[in-house]
């Protein structure tokens, strides 16, 4: 079975400062990992996936995340934060590469940017 | 292009009560998958549809069941609704044969509300 732990449910970072958010996964197969995020009153919008091609994966708005087997590690990075940044921000690791895979999450990170 | 689609954006019902919620997917897709977000929690799976058949299910009790449709929409329904189902369904739709190289895709959600 797959799990996610999500280190810190809530990060609070100023503008223009790193924003680093953890994650650890478990999986007794290969695992197929991604970061989305939630905007208030939203669905889960994509940031990025590893998909077992190059440890260090770029996402859309800044964002980059580096697999670390021998750490079971996922963590999300940005070197500057942005206002908008500030969101939830799920981890989940799938139970499969194929066609019917789901998606397990852990609880979630509220990112917090202030001015 | 529109992404997914879900109806209704909100619902209240009281305990006891069934409620059925319904699911378009993104063009394209083929596959429908229902997960249930609780307040301050991440989501989890509850079934995935392809084919008109459910494909996988996650740790739900019966009360929870679904249909797909022949043009990929889904429908999510629960009986003898409990205080505890009041939460955030999700539904996200994906190519079956793209597997993770084309991740979920999620609708905003409707949320559900039980008195």
């Known amino acids: 079975a797959q799990s996610v732990t999500q280190l810190g449910s809530h990060v609070s970072v100023s503008e223009g400062a790193l924003v680093l958010l953890r994650c650890n996964y478990s999986?007794?197969?290969?695992?197929?990992l991604f970061w989305y995020v939630q905007y208030p009153n939203q669905g889960l919008q994509l940031l990025l996936k590893?998909?077992?091609?190059?440890?260090l994966v770029k996402g859309i708005n800044g964002f980059e995340a580096e697999f670390k087997k021998s750490e079971t590690s996922f963590h999300l990075t940005k070197p500057s934060a942005h206002m908008s940044d500030a969101a939830e921000y799920f981890c989940?690791?799938?139970?499969?590469?194929?066609?019917?895979?789901?998606?397990?999450f852990g609880k979630g990170t509220l990112l917090t940017v202030n001015p | 292009d529109a992404g997914v689609t879900q109806s209704p954006t909100h619902l209240i019902k009281t305990r006891g009560q069934q409620v059925t919620l319904r699911c378009s997917p993104k063009?394209?897709?083929?596959?429908v998958s229902w997960y249930q977000q609780a307040l301050g929690q991440g989501p989890q799976f509850i079934f995935q549809?392809?084919?008109?058949?459910?494909?996988q299910r996650g740790n739900f009790p019966d009360r929870f069941s679904g249909h797909q449709f022949p043009n990929y929409s889904s429908e999510l329904n629960v009986n003898a609704l409990l205080l505890g189902d009041s939460a955030l369904y999700l539904c996200?739709?994906?190519?079956?044969?793209?597997?993770?190289?084309?991740?979920?895709?999620f609708g905003d959600g409707t949320r559900l509300s039980i008195l």
């Open positions: 063009s394209g897709h083929d596959t």
């Open positions: 996200a739709s994906s190519r079956r044969d793209r597997g993770t190289n084309q991740p979920q895709h």
């Open positions: 989940a690791v799938s139970n499969s590469g194929g066609s019917n895979y789901k998606l397990t």
């Open positions: 999986s007794s197969v290969p695992p197929y």
């Open positions: 590893y998909t077992s091609a190059a440890t």
């Open positions: 549809y392809y084919e008109e058949e459910e494909r």
